[in-house]
């Protein structure tokens, strides 16, 4: 099928595997892909990953994931009292959901 000169979105590419996977650009001037987004909790010392979980790559907020994520060690019986994580997951919702569960945030500055 020849999709040249027409618009490309997720409502008229879809993969053939699998129907979840989003079209995403994952920056300026890059193609856009069927994606995935995965979201890992690794242990502080020896760096091993505890939690991990994949969800829709659009419309997958970050924030909310982790804020997730931290629930859900709790509720495992883990009980982290820092987190840190990368310049995407900065927002306020997760600075202070994360915060009203005894845990302190440290996101990593989104400088720029």
């Known amino acids: 099928m020849d999709f040249k000169g027409q618009k490309c979105g997720n409502q008229t590419q879809a993969s053939t595997t699998d129907g979840e996977a989003k079209l995403v650009r994952k920056g300026p001037g890059k193609e856009a892909r069927l994606w995935f987004a995965g979201h890992a909790v690794m242990e502080n010392r020896y760096g091993l990953c505890v939690l991990f979980d994949v969800t829709p790559a659009a419309g997958a907020y970050d924030s909310a ?38 845990v302190v945030p440290h996101p990593a500055r989104k400088d720029g």
């Open 65 to 102: 994931v982790a804020v997730d994520q931290v629930s859900e060690l709790r509720n495992r019986g883990v009980a982290p009292r820092t987190i840190r994580a990368d310049k995407e997951y900065r927002s306020q919702e997760l600075v202070r959901e994360v915060c009203e569960q005894g």
